[in-house]
């Protein structure tokens, strides 16, 4: 993903759904962002057309409905936004994060497993 080229708030919404449901209709992003709040039709449309201009997005007009797709991927954005998080909210320390991520939820057994998992794999990585 371009550096200059960040998706908004607002783009991340449309681009979460098309991650989960694969290549959607503009009626069917329409229809599960009006799950969260009132989004117009139009505003949809308008707003999957500009991400398909940028390049966030991929329209396939073979149908008479047309379809759009995720041209970014999700791991790649993720991390953008985590690095940008850790750069800028956390001055470069990921340790913080980690500390305000865990100590916002009650972090479950498994959740607790999984951590400590990744922490060895990535201590096996390092000299």
Do not use: C
């Not at 009132?38 to 707003?47: Q, S």
């Not at 008479?64 to 320390?93: C, M, N, P, W």
Request: hydrophobic fraction near 40%; proline fraction near 3%; charged fraction near 35%.
């Amino acid at each position: 993903m371009s550096k200059e080229k960040k998706p908004t708030d607002a783009e991340l919404e449309v681009l979460q759904i098309l991650w989960e449901h694969g290549p959607s209709s503009v009626r069917f992003v329409n229809t599960e962002l009006s799950k969260n709040r009132e989004v117009v039709y139009t505003t949809t449309l308008k707003m999957m057309q500009v991400m398909a201009e940028k390049g966030f997005l991929r329209r396939d007009t073979a149908r008479r409905t047309h379809l759009y797709e995720a041209v970014i991927d999700e791991k790649s954005v993720q991390e953008d936004i985590v690095d940008k998080l850790v750069d800028t909210v956390f001055r470069g320390s990921p340790l913080k994060l980690a500390m305000q991520a865990l100590g916002h939820e009650k972090a479950s057994a498994r959740d607790l497993a999984e951590i400590k998992k990744i922490i060895e794999e990535l201590q096996k990585d390092k000299p």
